[in-house]
């Protein structure tokens, strides 16, 4: 009989554990499909994600992550809300997320707000990370393309963000094109001079 009730106890916890949310899967997720509009504890381009756990159920937003269209044009009074406050930003969908991975993100997103919450209160922000890179000449246009200025804290460039790579394409080919001009304008020069002669 005991053998049973261990047997039994050992299966229900791990289906349970298998079940279970698990936040370090959910902290990856997070950080490579939603941490370029979302945070918690601030606001990005999308909204402070902070305790939505407690102001959304688990459904909500899962439907809301796998097609926000759907549920905006579904008439939901509070995604309709988000979509307005936040100029019309169409949030992509994320269908290839399975539901588990989601409340992985949930999982997450609740220890994370547990975490700022507990954070000691400054002027209001988060308090910022002590610099780790010192500043000689902020206003140096190498300093200026190597390091991005978010709410006045020099930190490098993230190689994952989509602006580092439009900003470094647009960098090649201006640099490109002004080398093109650049031999263009000598062959008109040297073709002036042969003429000329």
């Known amino acids: 009989m005991k053998k049973i009730g261990l047997l039994l106890s050992w299966c229900i916890c791990t289906i349970l554990y298998a079940n279970a949310q698990d936040a370090a899967a959910g902290k990856e997720i997070f950080t490579q499909r939603c941490t370029s509009c979302h945070a918690v504890g601030k606001q990005v381009v999308g909204p402070d994600l902070m305790n939505v756990d407690q102001e959304r159920s688990e459904t909500w937003i899962i439907n809301f992550v796998h097609s926000s269209q759907t549920v905006i044009k579904g008439g939901d009074t509070a995604a309709v809300r988000l979509f307005g406050e936040f100029g019309k930003t169409i949030m992509p969908d994320h269908p290839d997320l399975k539901d588990q991975d989601i409340k992985n993100i949930i999982a997450f997103i609740k220890e ?3 975490r700022v919450k507990d954070m000691p209160k400054g002027n209001g922000n988060l308090p910022d990370a002590p610099p780790i890179y010192k500043v000689d ?5 190498l300093h200026k393309m190597i390091f991005l200025d978010v709410n006045g804290a020099f930190k490098p460039m993230d190689f994952h ?3 580092f790579w439009t900003a470094l394409a647009g960098t090649i ?9 650049a031999v263009k304008l000598a062959d008109i020069k040297e073709d002036k001079k042969h003429k000329s002669i």
Do not use: C, G, Q
Request: hydrophobic share 55%; net charge negative.
């Open 161 to 163: 963000h989509y602006f």
């Open 173 to 181: 080919i201006l640099l490109v094109t002004a080398l093109l001009l």
């Open 137 to 141: 000449n902020p206003n140096n246009i």
């Open 112 to 114: 994370e707000s547990a």
